[in-house]
C-alpha cells in the first residue's frame, strides 16, 4: 500500500512539472481541437445517429435523464466560463509576478478549483437544479426533449473520443516522457527500450475493445447512478490495461502479464485516481500522463 501511495504522490508532483506539462498541453490543446472540427464537419450525422438511439428509449427516461443530462452541461459551461474569467483578468498579472513552471501550475489548480467550487454548488442545489429542468423538458413537446438530449449525446460521443485519443497518444509518447522522468529520478537505471511496438499494439486493441464495450453499453446510460458506474467502469478498464502494459515495457526487459496481475490492488487504485480526471473538464488531459508516471514509478520501486 505503502508503494501505491508514494507513486500517486509522486504522480500529481510531476505533472505539475514544466516537463510534464509540455507534452500534456502541447497533445491535449491538438487532440481537442482535431475532434471539435470532426465534430464540427460531422455534426448532423452523429446528432441524427443519437436521435436514432433516442427513440428506443421510454420518453420517461428520455426526460429524466435529459434533466441530468442538463445540468451537468450547466455545471461543464460554467467550470469553463470560470476558468475564462480568471485568465481573462488576472491573467496577464500573473506571467508578470511567476515563472513560466509555476504559471503553467496555477492553469490547472484555477482549472480544479473551478471545478471544485461549482461541484459544492451542485452537491447543496443539485437536486433543484435538476427538478427546475425536469420542468422546462416537461413543458417542451417529445421533439424538442429528442432533439435537446440527442445534441448532449453528441458531445458525450466527442469527449469520449478526445479522452480514448488522449491514452493512445499518451502511450504512444510514453518513451520519451517517462525516460525524462527517469533522467531526473532514477539516474541508475535506464528506461527499457525494446517493447515500443508491442506496447503500441496493445494500445490499439485496449482501445478497439472498449470502443465496443462502450457501444454495448450505452443503453446503460439512460439509467441514473448506474451511468456514472458503467461509464467509471469502462475509463477504468482502458486505463488499467493500456497504462500498466506501457509503465512495465519501459521498466523491465521481459514483461510477464502474469506478474502484472499480481499487482492488480495497485493498478485498479492508480487506473481510478487517473480515471476521476476524467470528471474535470480541462484537467482531463492531464489524466493518462498522471497514470503512466504514477505506474512506472510503482513498477520501479517494486522491482528495486
Do not use: C
Not at 53 to 66: D, K, Q, T, W, Y
Not at 149 to 161: S, T, V
Not at 215 to 243: C, G, M, S, Y
Request: charged content about 15%.
Amino acid at each position: 500500500m505503502k508503494d501505491v501511495m508514494n507513486a500517486i504522490i509522486f504522480g500529481f508532483k510531476e505533472i505539475l512539472t514544466w516537463n510534464t506539462m509540455k507534452y500534456a498541453l502541447m497533445s491535449g490543446i491538438v487532440i481537442t481541437v482535431l475532434w471539435i472540427g470532426i465534430g464540427y464537419m460531422l455534426w448532423d450525422p452523429i446528432v441524427s445517429l443519437s436521435s436514432r438511439i433516442l427513440e428506443l428509449v421510454p420518453f420517461s427516461m428520455v426526460r429524466a435523464n435529459g434533466a441530468w443530462m442538463l445540468s451537468s452541461f450547466l455545471w461543464f459551461q460554467l467550470v469553463l466560463l470560470t476558468f475564462a474569467l480568471v485568465f481573462a483578468f488576472f491573467g496577464n498579472l500573473v506571467l508578470k509576478s511567476v515563472s513560466e513552471e509555476k504559471y503553467t501550475s496555477f492553469s490547472v489548480l484555477v482549472a480544479l478549483g473551478s471545478a471544485i467550487i461549482w461541484g459544492i454548488v451542485w452537491f447543496f442545489k443539485g437536486n433543484y437544479i435538476y427538478h427546475e429542468f425536469l420542468k422546462l423538458l416537461t413543458w417542451l413537446p417529445f421533439e424538442t426533449i429528442e432533439k435537446s438530449i440527442a445534441f448532449f449525446i453528441g458531445f458525450y460521443f466527442l469527449y469520449n473520443a478526445i479522452i480514448v485519443t488522449m491514452v493512445f497518444v499518451t502511450s504512444l509518447f510514453s518513451e520519451p516522457l517517462i525516460a525524462s522522468v527517469e533522467k531526473r529520478h532514477f539516474k541508475e537505471d535506464e528506461v527499457v527500450r525494446d517493447h515500443i511496438f508491442s506496447s503500441v499494439g496493445y494500445t490499439i486493441r485496449d482501445s478497439l475493445i472498449f470502443i465496443i464495450a462502450s457501444l454495448v453499453a450505452f443503453p446503460l446510460l439512460f439509467i441514473p447512478v448506474l451511468n456514472i458506474a458503467v461509464q467509471l467502469v469502462l475509463w477504468i478498464w482502458l486505463i488499467k490495461d493500456t497504462v500498466s502494459y506501457d509503465a512495465a515495457a519501459l521498466t523491465y526487459e521481459k514483461v510477464n502479464t502474469d506478474e502484472i496481475k499480481q499487482h492488480r490492488f495497485a493498478i485498479w487504485l492508480i487506473a481510478t485516481m487517473t480515471t476521476l480526471f476524467n470528471f474535470i473538464p480541462v484537467f482531463n488531459i492531464f489524466g493518462p500522463f498522471f497514470g503512466e508516471i504514477s505506474m512506472f514509478h510503482y513498477f520501479k520501486n517494486i522491482k528495486k
